[in-house]
């Protein structure tokens, strides 16, 4: 009962916040910012929002559950899941493997970003852009905030929780994972149809990397890593290679 409770109550919280087209986050962020017209002010308010509504809701969640552990240790109920998806778990030096590889991405990615400067094609490769992109060294500070609350938060609730609750709910951790990953897609429906689409295909290699390794330290981090680039390390490099005008 109680965590068919913590699940419909979870799970209204997101329809609140798509149904008012205002989330608790929202809320809190403008709360936070009040009159003030300082970008930094801003991010920094979206980052509270998101650390109060995703992470401070699951510790919350998971202590009342008394289920706590399950921010070490791969909760039973999705180990299963990974059994059943036939989600093999990885030995420590293919996480290496893994790690290298997407480094490689990174840089390949940064790569792209610089060429696409150079020629002006930034718009071919642009889906959204977030109002909290960092433009001076004092906004970048709070954009790695928001990049950090959104990684711990957003893995925190959609990883963790929801796929535990719904699984707990129904006895069955694949469709834990499975409305995990679908409220994690819609919760960035207001990056549109094609951020939505790539957003669904980060979030499925983040819970196959979750359920592989029981890291989630590691999807964290992967995740804030994401946000930051697209906040602050793409920003910086397409303003570093834009063509100046000349004299």
């Known amino acids: 009962m109680l965590a068919a ?19 608790v986050a929202a809320r809190i962020a403008w709360a936070f910012r009040g009159s003030s017209a300082s970008r930094p002010r801003a991010t920094l308010g979206w980052a509270l929002g998101i650390a109060l509504m995703y992470g401070a809701t699951t510790l919350a969640a998971l202590a009342l559950l008394g289920r706590l552990d399950a921010l070490t240790v791969l909760p039973v109920e999705l ?7 036939g989600v093999a778990p990885l030995r420590i030096d293919a996480v290496a493997e893994i790690a290298w590889s997407i ?82 897609a819609l919760a960035h429906r207001y990056q549109g149809a094609l951020g939505m689409a790539a957003v669904a295909i980060v979030g499925a290699v983040l819970a196959w990397l979750y359920l592989a390794t029981g ?33």
Not at 5 to 13: K, R, S, V, Y
Not at 142 to 153: N, R, Y
Request: net charge positive; glycine share 10%.
């Open 215 to 247: 890291l989630l330290w590691l999807v964290i981090l992967l995740h804030t890593l994401v946000d930051a680039n697209a906040l602050v390390l793409r920003p910086w490099l397409e303003k570093l290679a834009r063509p100046r005008p000349a004299q």
């Open 5 to 23: 409770a913590l699940l419909l109550a979870a799970l209204g919280l997101l329809a609140h916040g798509w149904s008012t087209k205002r989330s």
């Open 103 to 184: 480094g490689g991405g990174f840089v390949l990615g940064a790569i792209a970003v610089i060429v696409m400067a150079r020629r002006g094609w930034l718009r071919l490769g642009l889906m959204y852009r977030s109002p909290a992109v960092a433009t001076n060294r004092r906004e970048a500070g709070a954009a790695v905030l928001l990049a950090t609350a959104a990684g711990v938060g957003e893995e925190l609730f959609f990883r963790l929780l929801i796929p535990l609750l719904v699984a707990i709910v129904s006895g069955s951790g694949v469709a834990g994972c499975a409305v995990g990953w679908a409220t994690f």
């Open 79 to 85: 180990r299963a899941a990974a059994t059943h998806l």
